[in-house]
């Protein structure tokens, strides 16, 4: 396992754009396919983008997709999760996971968990 903080959440307006972090340590950052996760208030864990060990392969909920960016910077053993055109309905926890080899959407497949980062979208 590795050990996952994230940092970048707030309170922000509909519209704006915010990016979160994911720090990684305690293994080789680089080989851990990474991916972002939220959960809004009484509702279940939702997938949002998942992306390779070298970058150059991502996945996206249809939820989020053409808004989010899932990015990684191996050398800084950093993930981010770029969030443009915020709306109201964004407003959860975010989590970052990592594995060495699940490349997918479930939240149980992966073997290490941040603790979360709120974000908050007004209307």
């Known amino acids: 396992q590795v050990q996952l903080v994230e940092s970048g959440g707030g309170l922000v307006q509909a519209g704006d754009s915010l990016r979160l972090s994911c720090s990684v340590s305690?293994?080789?950052?680089?080989?851990?396919?990474v991916g972002w996760f939220r959960q809004a208030p009484g509702k279940g864990r939702e997938f949002l983008a998942v992306i390779s060990r070298s970058g150059g392969t991502t996945a996206y909920a249809d939820s989020v997709k053409g808004r989010f960016t899932i990015s990684r910077d191996n050398a800084k053993n950093t993930m981010y999760l770029q969030m443009n055109s915020l709306k109201p309905e964004d407003t959860a926890t975010y989590y970052c996971?990592?594995?060495?080899?699940?490349?997918?959407?479930?939240?149980?497949?992966?073997?290490?968990w941040g603790q979360g980062t709120q974000v908050t979208v007004s209307s």
């Open positions: 305690g293994r080789t950052f680089s080989s851990y396919i």
């Open positions: 996971v990592a594995d060495p080899t699940y490349y997918g959407r479930d939240w149980d497949s992966f073997d290490s």
